[in-house]
């Protein structure tokens, strides 16, 4: 144990000697060697924008490897300032189902989404050489989804920022296409359209934590840019990640749609990222995260409420289900 111990303090105190820079895995992004000259002070801003908020949710109500019913909810909030103004929701099922080695969608109702088809061996939703995880097409369908309807706001609404609960990058199959007119759409209504993610896993070229490597070097609020230049075809995107409270332990990647825009988006979310509840986070994305999220007793409602309709084919359907819970026992053997 001492000697994994030494090991690992050793490797640690590595990452600290010399010049880094982050390390991407899309090759359309060239990384920008990490500097102090990079890191730009954020004030708040005295003006009150009108500003959207988009997040998703999703739970599944039906679990097998061949078939999946998901519900999944879009939420919008409208803010004014930091004072609220209204929100919206959008809901829909999808079933996915496997059929002549593809998963193919059927939304209910109807008319609330488009019914994509994706390929099972998918490269963009693949884990390893293994046939995609049908979870994973519900994934992908709700990022879709929750494009659709932030486009619906930029089209429909007078808001001048719209942020996004992720980032702007593209990541797997038919995602370049709705980014494509969400970004027109933002575009043609001037609307400043960013995307906040919580998480990311990007690392630096020495193997070290980005976000962690930035915390780290200044105190204060501010937003770090350039992190990389992209050398997308279509979609330019402004990577920057920022502190936005100065007692927050987090900074956030921040995706921006325009050229010369990170410090307007992140002088509007710092007026929002005081609420203690997750200090240095904005608390629009946070009320939109509760709007969409689908809790634990709304998803045993839905269950229960759908054996209803089965009626006389219960069984069948638990049949299907058991078909993948053996792992499921031996993690309950204690």
Known sequence: MKEIAEFIIKKIESLECGDDCPSFSNNELIPVNISQENYHEIKPRKDEQIICFVDGGNSELISANNISLQFIR?????????????????????LTYFEDNFFKTKIFPKDAFLEPTFNSFDETL???RTRVKITKIAQAIRRLAELSFAEEQAKNSSCNFLVLDGSLEERFTYENEYLKKLFETCKKQNILLSGVSKTNSILT???DSLTKKLLSRKEGCWFYFPVAKNDFEVLKINISFAKLHEKSKYIFRIDVSEQNKTKDVCEILLNMAKDPVFIGYPYGLIETDGVARVSNREKEYLKTKLMVY???????IKDCISSQDAHDILDNIS
């Not at 409208?78 to 929701?89: A, V």
């Open 74 to 94: 879009m939420a919008a909030v409208f803010y004014k300032g930091q004072q609220k103004l209204f929100r919206k929701n959008k809901e829909f099922y999808c």
């Open 126 to 128: 693949m884990s390893g």
């Open 205 to 207: 070229q020495k193997g």
């Open 310 to 316: 089965f009626k006389r084919d219960q069984q069948k």
